[in-house]
């Protein structure tokens, strides 16, 4: 383990960083020296980093607490616009299933009861998968054109 170094030490020795470290008393510090203009005289400020550091704590704490809170609400939000549009979504694809079988039924019922003759034909065989009924007689289901 390597010796600790007093920030008293550190900043004679010429450091003049914002110091972290140790007190004689082994009590967490937070220090700054600087030269005295015109003498060989450093001042120095030392303060405890939990009396330093409370202050920050005591600002920062609500801070902290609004930006989780608003958070949270942006989260919120976003999954109840999310639920909004998949229900959306969900409608509009009932809709279009509703407004798919209709058309199936009118195309159905135009096939089915349409005097003239209408045939279902497979491109790629010629073979005629469906008639309407105007034509059950002439032409045999399965029969190739």
Do not use: C
Request: no cysteine; net charge neutral; hydrophobic share 50%.
């Amino acid at each position: 383990m390597a010796p600790v170094v007093l920030v008293v030490v550190r900043a004679a020795l010429g450091d003049r960083s914002l110091l972290e470290g140790v007190d004689y008393r082994d009590v967490p510090i937070l220090a700054a020296a600087r030269p005295v203009p015109g003498s060989s005289w450093l001042v120095q400020v030392r303060m405890g980093q939990k009396e330093a550091l409370e202050a920050w704590d005591r600002e920062a704490r609500p801070l902290f607490l609004l930006f989780a809170g608003m958070l949270a609400l942006l989260v919120l939000l976003g999954v109840a616009q999310w639920r909004q549009d998949l229900r959306l979504r969900e409608r509009l694809l009932e809709e279009a299933r509703e407004e798919l079988a209709r058309s199936e039924a009118r195309y159905r019922n135009f096939f089915e009861n349409h005097h003239a003759m209408m045939w279902v034909v497979d491109p790629a065989t010629g073979t005629i998968l469906e008639a309407n009924p105007a034509d059950h007689l002439r032409t045999p289901k399965g029969a190739a054109l």
